[in-house]
């Protein structure tokens, strides 16, 4: 494939050519996005031509967060963005979806007029079923082509999507799906993973008899066919078969099937980012500027091309849980073919009885074409361990860029990239796009820019119209120094509103209890990661600053494995952290206080972690489990997180421990020197 002219550089040269403006440096473009805001995405509404029926008044009003409003009075809808490329695609021969899982031979294409078919037979169920914009419309699929055709059907009607991997137990489900009454679910009965069926049914009746909301149940019978669904359902909800809802012509009922114009801000989907405490925050986010940040942050700064004139093919390996899906799915925005992969990335699992294959994900980007390969940090991580060597197991040659999030890349994991991919046609090692970001505001705050040069261990640059800093704690902006990662500008994508938040108090809580509004200051986003920004410009990421766990990219509130490990009666408290720093591999200890007389043995842990993979996840399973007196706790009762995670990573108790405003200051001891004895094990 030939390497097109950096879309960054294409969108320069429309500024200057249509608006008159020139810059000499890629840190004078990022000043002029984050201190013009109005000029800057009334650009980038302009070069992508977001099609809006009616004017808008302006681009943005009352610039402060939260409360900022972007361009008031247009109107816009996801799903028509992505069809709108649709005949031009299919003309030039692109597909729209590339998909594959465990048990096909070959990838599979779903061509753009299907896809369009399909999106539209299906809102057109919807409209059937009552759905109207507003309601809320929740899934429990893998990353398979039929989430993709409900998610933009959803859209298209104005219903509320939210979604949940299946690979997620009856707990995590509920504690997000319940918080927002849908009116249907869309549903898998189960999923092959690492050569092994993991049958869903009994997930999926627990989840439906907890949401007594859902009134349709659209479900897929995909590992069980055969096996009755009328029991999956309680009285009173309807069950229909996922393949009706997609059959025949969306003009069957009677009118033309069109995406329905929404406000600009009118809810998109509800996402999830979990916090220490609490049920995790269902975060609402709107049309528009979804679009506009997919749209910013997917071609300008992660250069994926349209596919007609190009050939790109781009994949990015995510479960349906995880952010990145929507940012997979957003490569239809701007009309490129989205490569799935629904499967364990690692080939089989030990349960099978065959050994592990990291090459599983490139012979699919051999087989689907790939160009564009994106994945956590983590995989590539195992790929090293693994020793594998991705050209001898596959033809990678149409490769052109690799992609990593979800965790700090390591610098090993660096070079393990530049050694075993393509290069460039210049010779030099394929561009590698390291990006960091969040479920928070679905983008990136730093990342790549294909005109700049790369550094081993470092982000390139801030992405334009994100005012990144790292703060001090008095407010101080850093550089060169590790601090806190702030935003000091609103951005179209953060969220509306968390749903339920009436006053607004979870949300503000959330990211401007640090950086709170003063007299004569705006109120700063703080993200909750440690970064530097370096004189160069480029960013290096140290993981999280708070006490959230990140496994392999995907969030997980403390609250959440809580409520699953001391649902054990042997269990009196727990504590867990999450040790994510610098690149290095996660390690996420669990720490459990069990009734007089019971002591942790090999039997006890094997119950404990198998609580936390049915509840939650595999990948929030601990690495290890330690029995302790007491777990440390404030005054008012709230465990000691974040000062026993900084224990371990080595600060000095005396700086992050204050034993007068702990209700049992004894217990920190234990921490002390577990933490003293791990450090000079470690080195």
Request: aromatic share 10%; proline share 7%; glycine share 10%.
């Given at each position: 494939?030939?390497?097109?002219?950096?879309?960054?550089?294409?969108?320069?040269?429309?500024?200057?050519?249509?608006?008159?403006?020139?810059?000499?440096?890629?840190?004078?473009?990022?000043?002029?996005?984050?201190?013009?805001?109005?000029?800057?995405?009334?650009?980038?509404?302009?070069?992508?031509?977001?099609?809006?029926?009616?004017?808008?008044?302006?681009?943005?009003?009352?610039?402060?967060?939260?409360?900022?409003?972007?361009?008031?009075?247009?109107?816009?809808?996801?799903?028509?963005?992505?069809?709108?490329?649709?005949?031009?695609?299919?003309?030039?021969?692109?597909?729209?979806?590339?998909?594959?899982?465990?048990?096909?031979?070959?990838?599979?294409?779903?061509?753009?007029?299907?896809?369009?078919?399909?999106?539209?037979?299906?809102?057109?169920?919807?409209?059937?079923?009552?759905?109207?914009?507003?309601?809320?419309?929740?899934?429990?699929?893998?990353?398979?082509?039929?989430?993709?055709?409900?998610?933009?059907?959803?859209?298209?009607?104005?219903?509320?999507?939210?979604?949940?991997?299946?690979?997620?137990?009856?707990?995590?489900?509920?504690?997000?799906?319940?918080?927002?009454?849908?009116?249907?679910?869309?549903?898998?009965?189960?999923?092959?993973?690492?050569?092994?069926?993991?049958?869903?049914?009994?997930?999926?009746?627990?989840?439906?008899?907890?949401?007594?909301?859902?009134?349709?149940?659209?479900?897929?019978?995909?590992?069980?066919?055969?096996?009755?669904?009328?029991?999956?359902?309680?009285?009173?909800?309807?069950?229909?078969?996922?393949?009706?809802?997609?059959?025949?012509?969306?003009?069957?009922?009677?009118?033309?099937?069109?995406?329905?114009?929404?406000?600009?801000?009118?809810?998109?989907?509800?996402?999830?980012?979990?916090?220490?405490?609490?049920?995790?925050?269902?975060?609402?986010?709107?049309?528009?500027?979804?679009?506009?940040?997919?749209?910013?942050?997917?071609?300008?700064?992660?250069?994926?091309?349209?596919?007609?004139?190009?050939?790109?093919?781009?994949?990015?390996?995510?479960?349906?849980?995880?952010?990145?899906?929507?940012?997979?799915?957003?490569?239809?925005?701007?009309?490129?073919?989205?490569?799935?992969?629904?499967?364990?990335?690692?080939?089989?699992?030990?349960?099978?009885?065959?050994?592990?294959?990291?090459?599983?994900?490139?012979?699919?980007?051999?087989?689907?074409?790939?160009?564009?390969?994106?994945?956590?940090?983590?995989?590539?991580?195992?790929?090293?361990?693994?020793?594998?060597?991705?050209?001898?197991?596959?033809?990678?040659?149409?490769?052109?860029?690799?992609?990593?999030t979800g965790s700090p890349l390591s610098e090993e994991c660096h070079d393990w990239i530049w050694d075993n991919m393509p290069r460039q046609a210049d010779g030099q090692p394929i561009w590698l796009n390291a990006i960091s970001g969040g479920t928070d505001f679905a983008g990136a705050f730093v990342g790549g820019?294909?005109?700049?040069?790369?550094?081993?261990?470092?982000?390139?640059?801030?992405?334009?119209?994100?005012?990144?800093?790292?703060?001090?704690?008095?407010?101080?902006?850093?550089?060169?120094?590790?601090?806190?990662?702030?935003?000091?500008?609103?951005?179209?994508?953060?969220?509306?509103?968390?749903?339920?938040?009436?006053?607004?108090?979870?949300?503000?809580?959330?990211?401007?209890?640090?950086?709170?509004?003063?007299?004569?200051?705006?109120?700063?986003?703080?993200?909750?990661?440690?970064?530097?920004?370096?004189?160069?410009?480029?960013?290096?990421?140290?993981?999280?600053?708070?006490?959230?766990?990140?496994?392999?990219?995907?969030?997980?509130?403390?609250?959440?494995?809580?409520?699953?490990?001391?649902?054990?009666?042997?269990?009196?408290?727990?504590?867990?952290?999450?040790?994510?720093?610098?690149?290095?591999?996660?390690?996420?200890?669990?720490?459990?206080?069990?009734?007089?007389?019971?002591?942790?043995?090999?039997?006890?842990?094997?119950?404990?972690?198998?609580?936390?993979?049915?509840?939650?996840?595999?990948?929030?399973?601990?690495?290890?489990?330690?029995?302790?007196?007491?777990?440390?706790?404030?005054?008012?009762?709230?465990?000691?997180?974040?000062?026993?995670?900084?224990?371990?990573?080595?600060?000095?108790?005396?700086?992050?421990?204050?034993?007068?405003?702990?209700?049992?200051?004894?217990?920190?001891?234990?921490?002390?020197?577990?933490?003293?004895?791990?450090?000079?094990?470690?080195?």
């Open positions: 494939m030939t390497e097109p002219t950096p879309q960054i550089t294409r969108y320069q040269t429309w500024l200057h050519d249509e608006l008159g403006l020139q810059f000499n440096s890629y840190d004078a473009l990022w000043h002029w996005s984050t201190t013009d805001l109005p000029a800057f995405w009334g650009s980038i509404w302009r070069y992508f031509d977001i099609q809006s029926p009616t004017p808008y008044s302006a681009v943005l009003q009352n610039p402060v967060m939260p409360g900022a409003v972007w361009f008031d009075g247009a109107k816009l809808n996801y799903a028509q963005q992505a069809l709108r490329h649709a005949d031009a695609a299919h003309a030039a021969g692109h597909p729209a979806i590339v998909f594959q899982n465990e048990r096909m031979a070959v990838p599979q294409e779903l061509s753009w007029p299907e896809l369009r078919r399909q999106v539209g037979a299906f809102a057109q169920q919807l409209r059937q079923a009552g759905v109207v914009p507003g309601d809320r419309v929740c899934a429990y699929l893998p990353n398979t082509p039929a989430a993709v055709v409900a998610f933009l059907a959803c859209a298209s009607v104005g219903a509320i999507w939210s979604i949940c991997s299946p690979d997620m137990g009856p707990v995590a489900v509920l504690d997000r799906f319940s918080q927002i009454a849908p009116k249907v679910l869309v549903a898998v009965d189960g999923q092959v993973w690492g050569g092994v069926v993991h049958n869903r049914r009994e997930v999926l009746q627990t989840v439906l008899a907890g949401l007594p909301s859902v009134q349709h149940l659209v479900l897929q019978a995909d590992v069980d066919p055969a096996a009755p669904a009328a029991a999956l359902a309680p009285a009173g909800c309807q069950i229909h078969a996922f393949a009706d809802w997609t059959a025949g012509d969306p003009g069957t009922y009677g009118h033309d099937w069109q995406c329905t114009p929404m406000p600009f801000d009118h809810p998109l989907w509800v996402v999830y980012s979990s916090g220490t405490t609490g049920l995790p925050k269902p975060i609402v986010h709107g049309h528009g500027g979804i679009v506009l940040e997919v749209l910013k942050g997917g071609v300008l700064h992660d250069d994926i091309a349209p596919s007609v004139g190009t050939g790109e093919r781009f994949h990015w390996f995510s479960s349906t849980g995880w952010i990145m899906w929507n940012g997979q799915v957003g490569g239809l925005l701007g009309g490129t073919t989205i490569c799935l992969y629904d499967g364990n990335p690692g080939g089989p699992a030990p349960a099978s009885g065959k050994t592990a294959d990291w090459g599983t994900l490139w012979r699919f980007a051999q087989a689907a074409g790939v160009t564009w390969f994106g994945a956590g940090a983590a995989f590539f991580a195992s790929c090293l361990k693994a020793g594998v060597v991705p050209q001898q197991v596959a033809d990678l040659s149409r490769l052109r860029a690799i992609g990593s820019n294909r005109t700049l040069p790369q550094v081993r261990g470092e982000m390139q640059c801030r992405w334009l119209g994100a005012g990144v800093q790292a703060f001090s704690e008095d407010r101080r902006a850093l550089v060169d120094e590790v601090g806190e990662l702030v935003c000091t500008t609103p951005m179209p994508s953060m969220p509306l509103y968390f749903w339920s938040d009436t006053d607004n108090r979870r949300y503000v809580e959330s990211y401007f209890d640090m950086y709170p509004a003063t007299a004569g200051q705006p109120a700063v986003w703080r993200h909750g990661d440690w970064i530097r920004i370096t004189e160069r410009g480029t960013a290096i990421i140290y993981g999280r600053s708070d006490a959230t766990i990140n496994r392999h990219g995907i969030r997980m509130g403390t609250a959440e494995l809580y409520r699953a490990v001391e649902a054990l009666p042997e269990v009196l408290d727990s504590l867990v952290v999450d040790l994510e720093y610098l690149g290095r591999e996660s390690w996420m200890p669990l720490f459990v206080v069990l009734r007089d007389g019971i002591t942790l043995d090999a039997a006890l842990e094997k119950r404990l972690r198998l609580a936390i993979r049915n509840a939650l996840s595999a990948r929030h399973v601990p690495n290890d489990v330690y029995q302790v007196e007491a777990i440390p706790r404030t005054l008012s009762g709230k465990k000691l997180e974040l000062p026993v995670k900084k224990l371990l990573m080595g600060a000095d108790p005396a700086q992050v421990l204050n034993r007068d405003a702990m209700g049992n200051a004894g217990s920190v001891d234990w921490f002390v020197a577990f933490a003293r004895e791990r450090a000079s094990k470690n080195g």
